[in-house]
């Protein structure tokens, strides 16, 4: 059975870090690529960063370059996403979801979920 299970959602102070978790499985991530999106009320979901365990692409939206980090562990068959420096705005359930990821020829990045995505699990930045 396919499964993307994010973790490491939680409250944190303005300025704060948290790093997320998602672990998959039913499947090897060696084969895909892997998204981080986040939903906030009353806002349509925003897609932040994806990263492809094939050929190693890295993509991340202009709101979160410099902040956010995305990695893999392909042995613990696990994305994270490390939050850095986050602000009230960043407040949203996040999620991980199989993506679709490459660049056009102007070298711009497509990054689209489809199938499978995880549970979400609650980031709220507040003092």
């Known amino acids: 059975q396919v499964q993307l299970v994010e973790s490491g959602g939680g409250l944190v102070q303005p300025g704060g870090s948290l790093r997320l978790s998602c672990a998959a499985s039913?499947?090897?991530?060696?084969?895909?690529?892997i998204g981080w999106f986040r939903q906030a009320p009353g806002k349509e979901r925003e897609g932040l960063s994806c990263?492809?365990?094939?050929?190693?692409?890295?993509y991340y939206a202009d709101s979160v370059k410099g902040r956010f980090t995305i990695s893999g562990d392909n042995d613990k068959n696990t994305v994270y996403l490390q939050m850095n420096s986050l602000d009230p705005e960043d407040t949203a359930v996040y999620y991980c979801?199989?993506?679709?990821?490459?660049?056009?020829?102007?070298?711009?990045?497509?990054?689209?979920?489809?199938?499978?995505w995880g549970q979400g699990t609650q980031v709220t930045v507040s003092s």
């Open positions: 979801a199989t993506v679709d990821l490459g660049r056009y020829y102007n070298g711009s990045y497509y990054c689209n979920p489809y199938d499978f």
């Open positions: 039913g499947f090897s991530l060696d084969y895909y690529a």
């Open positions: 990263i492809g365990f094939v050929d190693g692409t890295i």
